[in-house]
């Protein structure tokens, strides 16, 4: 029998997830803080818009959730419990500390439902197409079980580790983006400050050792002062916190972590709700500067 499917955190992530889990035949229906996102679905696909988490996870075999932050997490594995049942199971999406997951994992394995840290990587383009990477800790045969929602949102599934290994494993990405983030930037605004034909040398550096998806994505509209949504400043921001975190307990601190929190709190207050390719402002205003 096909898994059902309940979803929490219909946001610019979670909303074409769903859809992508309902085009499966997968969902059941779904949650949101925001009733109106989760009744709108619900007109949308012909499923259910369930009045509490609780109700969600009381007819669903997987709960799949995509939400916020830490503390949205663990309010709602609180708020489900009720309502699970020894057996079915919580994918969880969203980007949290790996500590965070691991005591997710361990409240609900006293209900004896099983648990998976399961973060993505792709970006709202990724999350509409169904094309993912989705980064997964926990038990591998769990991991199985519910592997055919997992692959209704994403093209890449891999297993990690225990719970926590699919957060330690996102932490890893999301530095990983603040750099390339950082060198791409930075390195249009000097070919611009340059007054280089700036498309030819987008087109060039594509085919060459620095060409990158970012580049190749938000190089074009970064240029026109044009920054489309598909990774927030803020929510990029608030993973590369996490990653402080994690590197602060092993007493580290991430030049590239830090240098981009710095920068990030540089831009203008409206950049937060725009795409990351935004620091293309900061870059670009420092060479403006030098010219003062």
Known sequence: ?????????????????????????????????TAAK??????????????????????????????????????????????????????????????????AAAMLAEAGVDFLDCPVSGGTEGAVAGTLSIMAGGDAAVL???????????????????????????????????????????????????????????????QGAAGN???????RTMIRGEFPLGFKVALHAKDLEICRRMAAELGVKLPVVEMTLLHYARLPAASADED???LFRLKSDMFSASDD
């Open 1 to 33: 029998m096909a898994l059902r499917v309940g979803f929490v955190g219909l946001g610019a992530m979670g909303l074409p997830m769903a859809r992508n889990l309902h085009r499966a035949g997968l969902l059941a229906g779904s949650w949101n803080r």
């Open 38 to 103: 989760a009744e709108a679905l619900a007109a949308e696909t012909g499923t259910t818009a369930y009045p509490t988490p609780a109700a969600l996870a009381a007819e669903c075999d997987l709960v799949v959730s995509c939400v916020s932050a830490d503390e949205d997490l663990l309010a709602l594995v609180t708020a489900l419990l009720p309502g699970l049942r020894a057996g079915s199971a919580v994918a969880d999406c969203s980007t949290v500390a790996a500590a965070t997951a691991r005591t």
């Open 144 to 206: 199985e079980r519910v592997r055919p929602a997992l692959e209704a949102m994403g093209r890449s599934i891999t297993h990690m580790g225990p719970v926590g290994a699919g957060q330690a494993a996102k932490a890893t990405n999301q530095i990983m983006v603040a750099g390339i983030n950082q060198a791409v930037t930075e390195a249009l605004a000097f070919g611009q400050a340059q007054g280089l034909p700036m498309d030819r040398l987008i087109a060039a550096l594509e």
């Open 213 to 219: 998806w970012f580049l190749g994505k938000r190089g």
């Open 276 to 278: 990351i390719s935004a």
